[in-house]
């Protein structure tokens, strides 16, 4: 025998599967700073925060991104979450026998 727990969901409120987060890039690229630090790196800024630092490694250069940023395809990005409401297909849909 199967044990469900089935949540009521009552007027006005969602469930959490109504609610999903997308996760999407942002290009920054016209917003990044870059300043030269002591060491010889340079240091890769967002408005005010530390998102990277570019290292040479002979003709090449690496980039060490912080997390929720990323270099890819000559670009800068930022993740962000954007969460998305989806409604109900049905004003009846999640209600026992269509009754609510």
């Known amino acids: 025998m199967m044990n469900h727990n089935d949540d009521n ?4 409120q969602l469930s959490q599967d109504t609610i999903m987060a997308k ?6 690229s016209s917003d990044i700073e870059k300043k030269q630090e002591v060491d010889g790196e340079t240091a890769l ?3 005010t925060e530390k998102i990277g630092k570019i290292k040479q490694s002979g003709h090449s250069y690496n980039y060490e991104m912080a997390d929720g940023f990323e270099f890819k395809n000559e ?3 930022k993740h962000t979450q954007n969460k998305k409401k989806e409604y109900p297909q049905s004003y009846v849909e999640g209600c026992d026998m269509g009754w609510c």
């Open 9 to 12: 969901i009552g007027e006005g």
């Open 23 to 28: 996760d999407e890039l942002v290009d920054i």
């Open 45 to 47: 800024f967002y408005q």
């Open 75 to 77: 670009k800068f990005y």
